[in-house]
Each structure stands twice: as structure tokens, then as C-alpha cells.
């Protein structure tokens, strides 16, 4: 089984500091994603990336950027937390071969 | 963003009965998917269907896509209480791996 998993559960950080959420997946996907949810919001695209060292802007990005140094690590980074960024952030992988995603647990991150 | 209306977006049902929920989309799509989610925790594939198929089933979960319409359908069908979840539905732009979700349908099954 695909197993992605995020370094949180739960995150409380203040406004101003830098924050770091980071997304695992074991299948050697090529295809990860970081998205936002929010009630009555659906989730949100914020930034993907298709392979090693390559990034897409989703629907969202203000505010945020990220890393992928390695296929199997995908990195999201708010470089200055506000209050509106307190969400529940989602990962997910997927193989270019197949169409579904595979999501993480989720990281509920606030920001006070 | 392409978001799409799930109708209806709350539904309490009684176990043993069958549960739907609907999708509509705005673009040109490769595929829908549905996607279920339990309080709290990350989002689990259930079911794909290509813009070329009307209809798919898998288990007790009957999925259609009429894409005149742009819009699909999800039947649960002899609901247990496990099915008490989240349900969104999710569409693959045309062109492009990206997927833009709905809003989601709640649904409650009470034993």
C-alpha cells in the first residue's frame, strides 16, 4: 500500500514565524501536492510538483513556497505564518501511470 | 479555481438505506473522481470514471458522468454506519494532472 505520511498532526505556531510541513510518500511517485482545506471551501490547490527540483504554483500560493529536493520528500513553507493561514494542510502523491491521488493524514496547523 | 456544487451538501440517512450525492464541474475534464474522507483524516480514493464512460460501479458505490451536463453522480448503496464520512468529488482538468475538488457532501448514516 502507498503510504504518505506528514510530519504533524497538529502544529500551533505564532505570526511571524517560519514554518515547515513535511509530506513523505514511499511509492516513488513522481506527482506530489500540497492543498488546503477549510470549511465550506473544499480543498485548495496551494503547489505541486511533477518531479525532482520542479514546482507549480496551484490556485493559492501567496504566502507560501516549497521544496522538493528529494522524489520522495515534498516540503511546504510558510515564510511568515499569519492567522489566515490556520488551516488543515493536505499532501498527496501520484504516479504519472495511474490517476488517483494519495493522500496524507493531514497536519491541522493554527497559527496565533 | 474550478470549484463545482455537490448537491445536497449535508445528508442524514438511516443505515440500510441508499445514499446519493451529486457533482457539477465547469470544464473540459479527463476524468472524475470521488474521494472520501473521515473526521479529520486525510482523503481516500474510491472510485475514477473517464469522461468517455457514463457509468461505473464498484462494490456498493455506482458512479455516473454525463458530461453534456457536466455534472455526476454518486449512489451509496445499503449505507452501513462506517459510510458516515465526507465525499468530494474531484475532476482532472483536460490537458493536465492538476484536480480541483468540490465542496463536499457530508453524510451521516445512523444505525
Known amino acids: 500500500d502507498v503510504k504518505v505520511t506528514q510530519s504533524s498532526r497538529y502544529l500551533v505556531k505564532r505570526t511571524g514565524e517560519k514554518v515547515f510541513l513535511e509530506c513523505v510518500q514511499d511509492?516513488?511517485?513522481?506527482?506530489m501536492f500540497w492543498y488546503r482545506q477549510d470549511p465550506g471551501l473544499g480543498l485548495r490547490l496551494i503547489y505541486f510538483?511533477?518531479?525532482?527540483?520542479?514546482?507549480e504554483k496551484g490556485d493559492i500560493p501567496e504566502g507560501y513556497s516549497v521544496s522538493r529536493e528529494k522524489k520522495e520528500r515534498f516540503s511546504l513553507i510558510l515564510e511568515s505564518a499569519s492567522t489566515n493561514q490556520t488551516s488543515m494542510y493536505l499532501c498527496?502523491?501520484?504516479?504519472?501511470?495511474?490517476?488517483?491521488?494519495?493522500f496524507g493524514p493531514g497536519t491541522r496547523l493554527t497559527v496565533l | 479555481s474550478q470549484q463545482g456544487e455537490e448537491d445536497p451538501q449535508a445528508l442524514s440517512i438511516q443505515e440500510g438505506e441508499n445514499a446519493t450525492m451529486n457533482c457539477s464541474y465547469k470544464?473540459?475534464?479527463?476524468?472524475l473522481q470521488w474521494y472520501r474522507q473521515n473526521s479529520g483524516r486525510g482523503l481516500v480514493h474510491l472510485i475514477l470514471?473517464?469522461?468517455?464512460?457514463r457509468e461505473k460501479h464498484s462494490g456498493r458505490l455506482r458512479v455516473t458522468l454525463d458530461t453534456s451536463k457536466k455534472s455526476s453522480s454518486l449512489l451509496i448503496t445499503a449505507s452501513r454506519a462506517a459510510d458516515t464520512a465526507s465525499y468530494f468529488c474531484?475532476?482532472?482538468?483536460?490537458?493536465?494532472?492538476?484536480?480541483?475538488f468540490g465542496k463536499g457532501n457530508q453524510v451521516v448514516v445512523i444505525p
Open positions: 511509492m516513488d511517485h513522481e506527482n
Open positions: 510538483s511533477y518531479d525532482v527540483k520542479m514546482k
Open positions: 474531484a475532476w482532472e482538468y483536460y490537458g493536465n494532472n492538476r484536480l480541483a
Open positions: 498527496a502523491s501520484r504516479a504519472v501511470s495511474y490517476n488517483e491521488q494519495f
Open positions: 470544464t473540459s475534464i479527463n476524468n
Open positions: 470514471i473517464r469522461s468517455n464512460e
